[in-house]
């Protein structure tokens, strides 16, 4: 007796990526290359390395964290003929993005440096070099992506929310967003009276702070505006002569904001004493 035996080829099983880089908190699209031969191909087994599977033809799968996994895919064809292929899929850890930024005073740079580094510990082996910095600093500005540290002067105090976004070689991307405290300064102001020449002049702060970023003065600095000065809050000065002079004050708070007030001073000339006798 004679028989015809067959023996089919096997299927071809392969598969790839749909992006080639995947970042942590994305999916991982698979798509199925394989190749039929002597049949149709009706099953798909998909191990993803993570303990998860599929019996999708192209699944989608996310990763619950980086890493490296060795990824599966088993074909079976109508003839129940049976190929695998075994390949990896690196998943990359995103970059940890932080800044730090120098509370200072309204009109005057506020510096931000960030303080942004790869996941190197973590992943030693697939983590990206940081080449990407976007700044946003909340009041409607922003800032390119070629810096780790920027300078940026707010119009108005306040408290703005500033936001950065570190991108690495892989295009694996974080964000991070702190508060900039940007402060008021003091509001200087003084009067001065009017005096005769020969009398002291008694200068009188009425400065104010501007809450809640407003704090206290800590310094006075006085210019009576004939090449005398004070450090006094409450000075008093005698001018040698007459006349018309412009006194300028300088308050420092303690965060180093300042403010000047200028007032006119006048000193008046003396009235001059005279008399006679009719007879």
Same mark, same amino acid.
Request: charged share 10%.
């Given at each position: 007796?004679?028989?015809?035996?067959?023996?089919?080829?096997?299927?071809?099983?392969?598969?790839?990526?749909?992006?080639?880089?995947?970042?942590?908190?994305?999916?991982?699209? !698979?798509? @199925? *290359?394989?190749?039929?031969?002597?049949?149709?191909?009706? =099953?798909?087994?998909?191990?993803?390395?993570?303990?998860?599977?599929?019996?999708? =033809? *192209?699944?989608? $799968?996310?990763?619950?964290?980086?890493?490296?996994?060795?990824?599966?895919?088993?074909?079976? @064809?109508?003839?129940?003929? /049976? $190929?695998?292929?075994?390949?990896?899929?690196?998943?990359?850890?995103?970059?940890?993005?932080?800044?730090?930024?120098?509370?200072?005073?309204?009109?005057?740079?506020?510096?931000?440096?960030?303080?942004?580094?790869?996941?190197? /510990? *973590?992943?030693?082996?697939?983590?990206?070099?940081?080449?990407?910095?976007?700044?946003?600093?909340?009041?409607?500005?922003?800032?390119?992506?070629?810096?780790?540290?920027?300078? $940026?002067?707010?119009?108005?105090?306040?408290?703005?929310?500033?936001?950065?976004? /570190?991108? +690495? =070689?892989?295009?694996?991307?974080?964000?991070?967003?702190?508060?900039?405290?940007?402060?008021?300064?003091?509001?200087?102001?003084?009067?001065?009276?009017?005096?005769?020449?020969?009398?002291?002049?008694? !200068?009188?702060?009425?400065?104010?702070? /501007?809450?809640?970023?407003?704090?206290?003065?800590?310094?006075?600095?006085? =210019?009576?505006?004939?090449?005398?000065?004070?450090?006094?809050?409450?000075?008093? $000065?005698?001018?040698?002569?007459?006349?018309?002079?412009?006194?300028?004050?300088?308050?420092?708070?303690?965060?180093?904001?300042?403010?000047?007030?200028?007032?006119?001073?006048?000193? +008046?000339?003396?009235?001059?004493?005279?008399?006679?006798?009719?007879?």
């Amino acid at each position: 007796d004679t028989n015809t035996v067959i023996v089919d080829t096997l299927p071809i099983a392969a598969w790839s990526l749909i992006e080639d880089t995947i970042c942590d908190g994305e999916s991982a699209y !698979f798509t @199925d *290359n394989s190749i039929p031969t002597s049949a149709t191909i009706d =099953q798909w087994f998909w191990q993803f390395g993570d303990g998860n599977t599929s019996t999708q =033809q *192209n699944p989608t $799968h996310l990763y619950t964290s980086p890493g490296t996994y060795t990824v599966t895919l088993q074909v079976t @064809d109508t003839n129940d003929c /049976v $190929h695998s292929v075994t390949d990896t899929v690196i998943i990359r850890p995103n970059p940890i993005a932080s800044f730090i930024s120098n509370d200072t005073c309204v009109g005057f740079n506020t510096i931000l440096i960030s303080t942004s580094i790869p996941d190197s /510990v *973590n992943y030693p082996n697939i983590y990206g070099t940081i080449n990407s910095w976007d700044w946003t600093f909340g009041d409607g500005n922003s800032y390119g992506n070629n810096l780790s540290t920027v300078q $940026h002067a707010y119009g108005t105090h306040g408290t703005y929310n500033g936001t950065l976004i /570190v991108t +690495d =070689q892989y295009g694996c991307s974080t964000s991070w967003s702190d508060s900039i405290n940007v402060s008021p300064g003091p509001i200087a102001g003084f009067s001065a009276d009017t005096v005769c020449v020969g009398d002291p002049t008694t !200068f009188t702060d009425t400065s104010t702070v /501007v809450p809640p970023l407003g704090v206290g003065i800590e310094t006075w600095f006085w =210019q009576f505006g004939d090449g005398n000065t004070s450090a006094d809050p409450n000075p008093t $000065h005698t001018y040698a002569d007459a006349g018309i002079y412009n006194a300028i004050l300088t308050v420092t708070d303690s965060n180093g904001c300042q403010g000047y007030d200028t007032n006119t001073v006048i000193v +008046d000339t003396l009235p001059i004493a005279a008399w006679s006798l009719i007879e």
